[in-house]
């Protein structure tokens, strides 16, 4: 049951970072009129730099791929890692509100990590 529970947790996780990186080549998602004003500068600013946007949604389309699939799962997690971690530190500076959700992918993300965990080992180990 857990395992059924793991691969719906991460096909919504990985579908969620699917549109996210869709939307940094296509701008298909409208932004919101309440975005706080430091954000909407700091889009700006990333906009500014051309080859940025279109690394993170690669990153973003691609880890969402490998996070569907159980059998890439663990590479798909080392993908994700990085974007997460500017998602994580972009709401902590500049939009609070969305950290709930930010919480609940990384817990999604943990128990990945946890379920994968025999495949990271020889990584760290000599």
């Known amino acids: 049951m857990q395992k059924k529970i793991l691969f719906v947790l991460c096909l919504l996780t990985g579908l969620m970072f699917i549109n996210a990186g869709l939307d940094k080549f296509f701008h298909y998602m409208p932004v919101p009129k309440d ?3 430091k954000m909407v500068r700091a889009g700006m600013a990333f906009m500014e730099i051309s ?3 279109p690394l993170v949604g690669a990153a973003e389309l691609i880890g969402g791929i490998l996070l ?3 059998r890439t799962r663990a590479l798909g997690v080392l993908v994700i890692i990085p974007v ?4 994580l530190l972009t709401n902590i500076y500049f939009a609070p509100s969305g ?3 930010v919480f609940a992918i990384i817990a999604v993300i943990t128990w990945a ?3 994968n965990r025999h495949k990271y080992l020889p990584l760290i180990s000599k």
């Open 113 to 115: 990590i946890i379920d």
């Open 84 to 87: 997460l971690s500017g998602i």
């Open 99 to 101: 950290l709930p959700i």
């Open 35 to 37: 975005m706080p004003e």
């Open 68 to 70: 569907i699939f159980p």
């Open 51 to 53: 080859w940025l946007m």
